[in-house]
């Protein structure tokens, strides 16, 4: 008898201790469970924001591109306007060339013109070049830092052009060595 309770009461504390753990465990699992579902909802909440920065960069960059197409058509227009005042005024000069008086020979006349022509057009390539070079140029000095830095790669550029045939002097110098050590 005196065993037959003994057994009971190891019985009942193991089970008061088992229902203890099973309480902290379902207590830490709930926790877990709650754990999990903040840290869901905040990567969710961080998904969102992260597409809705996406999309705002998206416009960021498409604005900016439209804005600088715009600017490159605009760019463009002015080319062709002066191209076209250009010519208009070309125009204007050939005819006020024809009515001297002091070109009455034909031929001379004729010869004044081309030269006139070609000089004219040497000048619209030449504005045309140097349009271009501003296009291609104009991304690359607009901020403080794109300027420093394309500085800073012209003087290197010529630095190393100048001081070329001395690098050449001293890389020949060191191969040579090099292969007389080696052979």
């Not at 099973?22 to 709930?30: D, K, M």
């Not at 969710?44 to 416009?59: G, S």
Request: net charge negative; charged share 25%.
């Amino acid at each position: 008898d005196h065993f037959r309770e003994e057994i009971e009461n190891a019985y009942m504390s193991e089970s008061s201790v088992l229902h203890e753990r099973l309480a902290e465990e379902r207590t830490r699992v709930e926790q877990l469970e709650q754990q999990v579902n903040d840290l869901t909802e905040l990567h969710q909440n961080e998904m969102e924001n992260l597409k809705a920065a996406m999309t705002d960069m998206e416009e960021k960059v498409q604005y900016q591109s439209e804005e600088s197409v715009k600017d490159l058509h605009e760019m463009l227009e002015n080319c062709h306007t002066r191209i076209s005042r250009m010519e208009h005024q070309q125009a204007q000069q050939q005819q006020q060339f024809l009515t001297l008086e002091g070109l009455e020979n034909s031929n001379a006349r004729a010869l004044f013109v081309k030269l006139i022509n070609i000089a004219l057009t040497v000048l619209q390539v030449i504005l045309l070049v140097v349009a271009t070079a501003m296009n291609i140029l104009a991304p690359l000095l607009q901020t403080r830092t794109r300027l420093v830095v394309t500085l800073l790669l012209f003087i290197v550029t010529i630095f190393v052009y100048i001081q070329l045939p001395e690098i050449k002097e001293t890389y020949w110098t060191i191969v040579n060595k090099y292969s007389s050590l080696i052979s």
